[in-house]
């Protein structure tokens, strides 16, 4: 366990407790991060709601491509496993599904669950990299993007374009599919993007089952969309300035309170990595990070914190990437160590103790 | 402590008690009359003293629960918090759910849809649920291993051996089975599916699947019955599906999920699909007096905007299109999944006047209130809070005559609602809300005021305004500690997740494992759902026996 205070090193108290001063002279603080285990987000939405400050999650693009498009009009979506087992066709949108094993695993993998076992699956892309390692056809997206090229399949698709372009062909072979998804990242896509897929899939669904498996971001985004939800009835971005939960993507973006000078404390959580904002070191922050990081340091931030890293050396609720739900997971390397949850609540506790209450 | 109420008019059903008399209560328990001088005296005169509400079937948490929120965030409004629980003003979150249920007098509820694959998530949600005791029932019935097992004729105890396992692994309460095999066919281009129609893939049907699951939960000894959400929901001719369903469990105990919306007779035989509907409610109660081995919850429709929540995805894929506003979520999930659909009960609209005429006549006609549980199937059929305002319109026949006359006629021509005299008692209104739903939940700790129960109780003020009367109770002990006082709440803390005391058996534990780990590339420990997930919580899990 390490701390530091204003570039000296201190006790986890002392910490803790000028930590809970620079919070409590705020008038309008950010809680930002939060690449945490779900009991460290759960007291940031506390002692957020205790300072009247505002929670935004490194995840925010991504998150909020989805949900902005989910609230407008809904959508239809599979799981990993089931997209593994059941799916005959298999359209993947953009670069990003291209990282990481996902694609491979599913070009691997027979079709042995649903109608369509032992048919061969159809792995079709749609404006990726060409992928020549992993047997697929592929569709080059408009110069206008994927958003546009979706577009343009959807009105293939629903008959509003003949003619036997490549889009017409594609939107042949979607059709055809027993058990179809589209696999995509959500920041890649866009809002507008996302909503003209969620269109496609319903049109498909009308004479087969076609669904989407959206890409969760690495930084628990999805975990911390659940526990807001359920803590305070709404999605991030939440600010509690004004005695009760509002959630408003652009109002509570911490970058922009902060570019904007709205902002005068920060805290910064990131028990797990995160991409260190650039914000760091332009206004008075509390950084609680993961022990062994890279921000670790003194230098971070005026009272820097660190905790234990969950899922190595504490335990924790995290979002599983594979599952595609919160599951715990064991420290892989037990270790004494603060959590972050426990560090989040001793701030807390001090600030009450202070009288301090939004 | 020893704690006198004195002066009430206590209610409670299961001892035939309603007269005037006192409750005593030490250390969280009811206990007998004492001699000793009290240490607190409660004055409960001119009040109606009852036990704590139990819920059967809301659902309070859960991916879909989470799901609503995202898909219609202004459904609820959030208002400014008074000094208290931080979040209890948050319109629509768990903390809301808690305070709103305690308000009314409730201690107790149950989400009925905990999926196995979600369940910590599922617990952490129900863990940040204040004020109530909570609970989950585990959801079975289309998942590819029990439907593996059963393909494959591996008998009673291999079946039995899965469901204890994934009950002690999720942390159930009990079992719900939801249109069994109905998620599965879906997945499979099926969008109708009746009791014996085939389950493409696995050779089975939903009677062979609920069969089975019947049997297990009777083998384990699960003091809950199976809950079932049958085939059907929703349709003309819905009633078939219920009675069929009744038929089939052939004796063995069973209870039927939010009855209401399966009291759909077929109004115009020539054109079943397209004439409409008419009440069943007296096919419904009838087919339960004749079959003791069954129960139901009521799913009682109010009117105005709500979100429908199931895993019945196939069911809800086909409501889409009456999605209002049009917007709607379906996830084909790695068992069920969910479906997520916006709906509007219009008020005084023909349709939703008959659904709203027809919970109320199953109540009204129902011979035993305690095996009629009230409930809105939250927020299928309306938001929980109404439940006082469904109570008023049970005991007080003015009251819902008034109501009727500002309805359309298709009331009186399609239901026998109009016709109904009978008024709720509030002894039977303590057998629909109290004895009767802890009786099924197998609590036999609660939903009374005999010696030995948990000192969950509520006072009201006895009011002819029924609604007013139960919307904000004038005391709410809980655990023989004040909540609620004259309807707000005045001390938070969070009572405990039932769950059921099962062990899994170490053969099926290692065959499930085997089978997570080529399915999911995971094993049993991402379902599992450990104490230290909770951390901040010393004892979030309480232990329910299993039926001897």
Known sequence: ?358 | MLIRIQGGRVVDPTAGRDGVGDVWIEDGRVVAPSERTPDETIDATGCVVMAGGVEVHSHIAGGNVVMSRLLLPDLYVSESAPNGHPFAHAGGSGSWVGANYARMGYTTAVEPALPPSNALATHLELADIPLLDRGGLAVLGNDDHLLQLLRDGEGKAAVRDLVQQTLAHSRGLGVKCINAGGASAFKDGVLKLSLDDEIPCYGLSTRTIMSALLDAVEEIGVPHPLHVHCNNLGLPGADDSLVATLEAAEGRRIHFAHAQFYAYGVADPENPMTGGFRSAAERINAAMEAHPNATYDVGQVVFGQTVTISLDILRQFGGRKGAKPKKWVLSAGDAEGGGVVPFLYRPRGPVSSLQWAIGLELMLLSSNPERTILTTDHPNGGVFTEYPRIIHLLMDAEERAREIATLPAVVGERSGLPKIEREYTLSEIAQLTRSGPAKLLGLTDRGHLREGAKADIAIYRDDRNRTAMFSHAKLVLKDGQRIVEDGEVVAWFSGKTLSLNVEADAGMEKRAESYLQDRFGAGLDTFAVPDAAFPEQTRTFEDVACRA
Request: proline residues 5%; negative net charge; hydrophobic residues 45%.
């Open chain 1, 1 to 358: 366990m390490a701390a530091w205070v204003k570039g000296g090193a201190a006790d986890v108290d002392a910490a803790v407790a000028a930590a809970a001063d620079l919070l409590a002279t705020a008038r309008v603080p950010v809680l930002a991060g939060l690449n945490a285990d779900v009991a460290a987000l759960r007291a940031a939405y506390r002692l957020a709601e205790t300072l009247g400050a505002s929670l935004d999650p490194v995840a925010g693009p991504g998150i909020y491509a989805e949900l902005g498009a989910l609230s407008a009009g809904g959508a239809m979506t599979t799981t990993r496993a089931e997209t593994t087992a059941r799916a005959d066709v298999v359209l993947i949108l953009g670069n990003r599904p291209w990282d990481g094993d996902l694609i491979a695993e599913i070009a691997a993998a027979p079709i042995r669950r649903g109608r369509a076992t032992g048919s061969e699956r159809a792995l079709l892309s749609l404006g990726g990299p060409q992928n020549g390692a992993i047997r697929h056809v592929a569709y080059g997206a408009d110069e206008g993007g994927l958003a546009v090229s979706l577009g343009h399949l959807r009105a293939f698709a629903k008959g509003h374009l003949a003619g036997e372009e490549a889009f017409a062909d594609l939107a042949r072979r979607l059709f055809a599919a027993q058990y179809g998804v589209v696999i995509y990242d959500a920041e890649e896509l866009g809002e507008i993007g996302v909503e003209m897929l969620q269109g496609l899939i319903r049109d498909l669904n009308e004479s087969t089952r076609f669904f989407t498996l959206p890409l969760a971001d690495p930084f628990q985004g999805r975990a911390t969309v659940q526990l807001s939800a359920w803590t305070t009835g709404q999605a991030p971005r939440v600010g509690f300035g004004r005695h009760l939960p509002e959630h408003d993507p652009w109002r509570f973006d911490s970058a922009r309170q902060i570019a904007a000078g709205e902002a005068d404390a920060a805290l910064w959580l990131a028990a797990l990595p995160a991409p260190r904002p650039d914000w760091l070191g332009t206004l008075p922050t509390v950084a609680i990070v993961g022990e062994g990081s890279t921000e670790a340091a003194g230098e971070t931030a005026e009272v820097v914190i660190t905790v234990g890293v969950p899922g190595e050396s504490v335990g924790g609720a995290l979002w599983n990437q594979r599952r595609g739900v919160i599951a715990y997971a064991d420290a892989t390397s037990p270790a004494e160590a603060e959590t972050a949850a426990g560090v989040l609540a001793r701030i807390r506790d001090r600030l009450i103790e202070k009288g301090v209450s939004c």
